[in-house]
């Protein structure tokens, strides 16, 4: 009854919204020929992401209509059989069973058909992703020859492919021996149980193994998968009882047996061929023996068969508790590790400079210099929070480093790195409105400098992920505007923390040595991270860009580098602070506007350069990754971008050894790649489906064709674990 509800609630939301909606859901109604039957095709084409409904809708949706008419007049052709449904977890931990992407459906048609004139196909249908809208399409034609032809149609589907999909029908066969199912009694109403026997068992992942037709008077839930120690598999449906909604009621026996045998039919996708087709059972008796059945299943091991979020709208919180609090610490903690993460490291040593060269300071002064930090970092993470918002408001698809995938942003940020770091070669001073000297360790008063230092230590942290933290982004990138901004701030907090800490108690930090003329020497040692930095930074943009200009980025910053070392001596400090800002403001504000942003192309240079590196990888879709879960091959999938320093790092200490090349190798497992360096909507939205938010990403197919997620951080050991490999 209550999925009755939820469908006609459904409906009469829907129904609020005046948009047109047709283009959602595209079709072409034709004729194909099979053995000397003839077929009308309907072929339809949901726009991606959305989905329609199977006979049996599930816990909620409705099932597809189609009327036919001739000259005006009702017309019943009958189906061959629907399409094999997919199983979707939609918000609200609701499970329903529909159709996504391209599927058919074929209707017998005689002889009688050859010339019909004003032949009409009425299609209804709920068509959901977010929000389910119900929908109506006509489309109106004429036989010739036996062949149907229409002006309404909106697609065009070859033969060869239409031949593939009636192939594909779940088409009745006899049931198997190894396929065994009763009925028994079950608190308070019935559980149909069932096993498989037989080797080599491999379930469908993210399908059931049975998936019911709609039963009067039966309601199915959730199927339960379990297993023995032999690998023979067990699968449990609770059901509920509705014959006291019948008229008249039919209560449910008492005694065990029917009145007349219950026919069930079901999609069977057989563990043991791998192959899908409909089985039918009458079943005129239950078992009442609860008990009996209750320890049985006991002993078994329950089987977690679904994909990781696959078909989900919903964020898994698999990772802990799904408390404001915990991912508040979570974010925290993730913010603290930020601080010894690579890609902070330059900027956080500049800080930790600043606090020996203020050691001799007074308390209260040296807790402004790190309070100003903090408000550095505080007021970047709430900038990017609320920029977040926005964005999310106002439908964009964004992720952790978002602002790293825009060329602008990237080539104001070599601009500043690199400024820093000939500052920091003693090369100029570049001395702020308030008088300070932004950068340079040895000005006396650098409160600005210290805020600026917690902007940039900001920047620079997002493109690493850390532990903890990306449990924390998940849940802030699906929630409310107030629990983002409070998840970033949080995470700020933790980057930020040090510091705050070492600003209260100064005794802290008397372990760093006293200052001195090494400092000068690690000045230069720090501009060079700096100089690396800018150069990875050029990476970056090259990569976005798409140009190869972006060689002579590097190859002029090294030079202008050596030139202004060189004419120091030539030259006052003001006219090479001049040059240093004219040249490169030219220069690339020139690029920015002349070069055309790379934004598809076809996204081959990242996965070029790690073939370079001795290993074959795929360029990543969501069909190539199907086609591999399918086939049960053993796949591993790396979501990366150029400027994901955590993605660099996992590289180098575990993809690109030998030993992880070895095991590619020796098990032949397919590598995928989903290169995130520029925005991809494809990329973005399937890992928002995953609960990821970001990069690095990393997934695996194992051999039952089960999708697992690896998470943020990998090692040798957990991608064979998950893989199933030695």
């Not at 033969?159 to 198997?176: A, Y």
């Not at 396929?179 to 096993?195: I, P, R, S």
């Not at 933290?469 to 802030?476: H, M, N, R, V």
């Amino acid at each position: 009854m209550y999925r009755i509800l939820l469908a006609l609630a459904i409906t009469l939301f829907a129904y609020a919204d005046k948009k047109d909606y047709s283009d959602l859901l595209k079709a072409q109604v034709t004729t194909i020929e099979r053995d000397s039957n003839k077929y009308l095709t309907i072929n339809l084409r949901n726009k991606d992401g959305w989905h329609t409904y199977w006979q049996n809708p599930g816990d909620s949706g409705l099932a597809t209509e189609v009327e036919f008419k001739q000259g005006g007049d009702k017309i019943v052709l009958d189906l061959v059989e629907w399409p094999t449904p997919h199983k979707f977890i939609e918000k609200g931990d609701i499970q329903t069973f529909g159709h996504k992407g391209d599927y058919t459906y074929f209707y017998y048609l005689g002889n009688s058909f050859d010339n019909a004139k004003n032949f009409e196909v009425h299609l209804k249908y709920l068509i959901c992703h977010d929000i389910c809208i119900p929908q109506e399409k006509i489309i109106k034609g004429d036989f010739d020859g036996g062949v149907f032809n229409s002006k309404d149609n909106q697609i065009q589907v070859a033969n060869s492919e239409m031949e593939k999909r009636f192939n594909n029908l779940p088409t009745l066969r006899e049931t198997p021996t190894y396929l065994n199912l009763q009925l028994t009694k079950y608190e308070g109403g019935l559980a149909l149980v069932y096993n498989i026997t037989g080797d080599n068992q491999k379930l469908t992942v993210g399908q059931n193994v049975l998936t019911p037709y709609t039963t009067s008077p039966i309601s199915f839930k959730r199927e339960a998968l379990y297993k023995d120690t032999k690998g023979n598999h067990y699968g449990l449906y609770q059901l509920d009882w509705d014959g006291e909604y019948l008229e008249p009621e039919y209560p449910l026996p008492t005694d065990g047996r029917f009145n007349e045998p219950l026919s069930f039919k079901f999609v069977f996708n057989d563990p043991v061929n791998g192959e899908t087709y409909r089985v039918d059972f009458d079943i005129s008796s239950f078992g009442t023996n609860e008990e009996s059945f209750k320890t049985f299943y006991s002993r078994l091991t329950k089987v977690n068969n679904d994909r990781t979020l696959q078909e989900t709208n919903i964020v898994s919180n698999e990772e802990g508790s799904s408390s404001l609090p915990y991912f508040l610490l979570m974010a925290f903690i993730g913010g603290l590790i930020l601080n010894i993460m690579p890609c902070v490291l330059p900027v956080i040593s500049l800080k930790l400079f600043g606090l020996i060269k203020h050691s001799n300071e007074s308390r209260s002064k040296v807790l402004k210099h790190n309070l100003f930090y903090s408000l550095g970092v505080l007021a970047t993470f709430a900038a990017l929070a609320f920029t977040v918002v926005g964005l999310k408001a106002s439908g964009e698809q964004i992720g952790w480093g978002f602002q790293l995938q825009s060329p602008m942003f990237v080539a104001i940020m070599v601009f500043v790195i690199f400024t820093m770091a000939l500052n920091l070669f003693g090369l100029f001073e570049f001395k702020t409105p308030g008088g300070t000297k932004l950068g340079n360790v040895e000005v006396r008063n650098t409160f600005y400098g210290d805020f600026i230092s917690g902007v940039l230590a900001t920047i620079l942290s997002t493109p690493c992920s850390a532990p903890f933290l990306g449990t924390a982004l998940t849940f802030a990138f699906s929630e409310s505007s107030t629990n983002i901004v409070m998840i970033f701030l949080a995470i700020g907090l933790g980057l930020s923390a040090p510091f705050i800490l070492t600003g209260i108690f100064p005794a802290l930090i008397r372990f760093l040595p006293r200052p001195g003329m090494w400092m000068d020497h690690v000045k230069k040692l720090l501009g060079l991270t700096l100089i690396l930095t800018a150069v990875w930074l050029l990476d970056v943009y090259s990569a976005l860009v798409g140009s190869p200009v972006a060689m002579m980025y590097i190859n002029s910053a090294l030079v202008f580098t050596f030139f202004l070392f060189y004419m120091r001596k030539h030259m006052t400090k003001k006219v090479i602070a001049t040059l240093l800002m004219i040249v490169p403001v030219f220069y690339l504000g020139y690029s920015a506007i002349t070069t055309p942003l790379n934004t598809g192309g076809n996204g081959n240079s990242l996965i070029e350069d790690k073939k370079r590196e001795g290993l074959n990888w795929t360029k990543w879709t969501e069909a190539e990754m199907n086609t591999r879960i399918d086939q049960r091959k053993l796949t591993f999938i790396d979501f990366t971008a150029r400027w994901c320093i955590t993605c660099k790092v996992n590289e180098k200490l575990v993809i690109n050894t030998d030993s992880f090349k070895d095991m590619v190798a020796e098990n032949q497992v397919d590598l995928l790649l989903g290169d995130w360096t520029r925005k991809d909507e494809a990329i973005g939205k399937w890992l928002e489906s995953q609960g990821m938010v970001g990069v690095p990403a990393y997934f695996v197919i194992n051999e039952s064709g089960e999708l697992i997620k690896l998470g943020e951080t990998i090692t040798l050991g957990k991608v064979k674990k998950a893989l199933g490999v030695n």
